[in-house]
């Protein structure tokens, strides 16, 4: 993702990446990309934020950044009907952190209905039927823009990680 992404902004990495983060394997791929990059002198030195972006239900990325933690603790309980989000314990976390922080960006958590909202949103505006994840990530950039933390011309990226037609049941429970 991290090549495809450095290619499709003309090899001058976006400002912002919002990243749906399980696992957070993306994360961690995208930064390792961006790295050898660089080395290759296909890239400068510019590195975008990256935003995590976790489920009110399961956060666990979101708390060990709170608090400062090089690890995430084992979240208990974990729920949210993203299923891509539902990741209690991520095994790559430190990886996740360390760039999350190294790039100045941060982790934020939105709930199931502010995530569900914005795929309603995505799909009436943009006709886009996307998974929970990416609409996860479009409600923490609304956040983060009502927040300040966003800077008015910007370039950002959101990645959507899957397609709505995974959670028809989480659709039409959800608007039924």
Known sequence: MGIEAAEQFGWDLPDVI??????????????KAFEELEQL?????KRPKMIAVQAEGCPPIVRAFEQHAEFSEFW???????????????????????AVRDSGGTAVTVSDNELMQACGQLAALEGLFVAPEGGACVAALKKLRQS?????????????????????????KYYA
């Open 18 to 31: 919002f990243y749906p983060t399980g696992g957070g394997v993306g994360i961690i791929g995208m930064w």
């Open 148 to 172: 300040g933390f966003l800077q008015k011309g910007e370039r950002i990226l959101i990645y959507n990680t899957g397609s709505g037609y995974k959670y028809i049941d989480v659709w039409s």
């Open 76 to 98: 208990q309980g974990a729920s949210t009907i993203a299923s891509g989000l539902r990741v209690p314990k991520a095994i790559g976390d430190f990886l996740v952190l360390r």
């Open 41 to 45: 002198g296909w890239i400068g030195p």
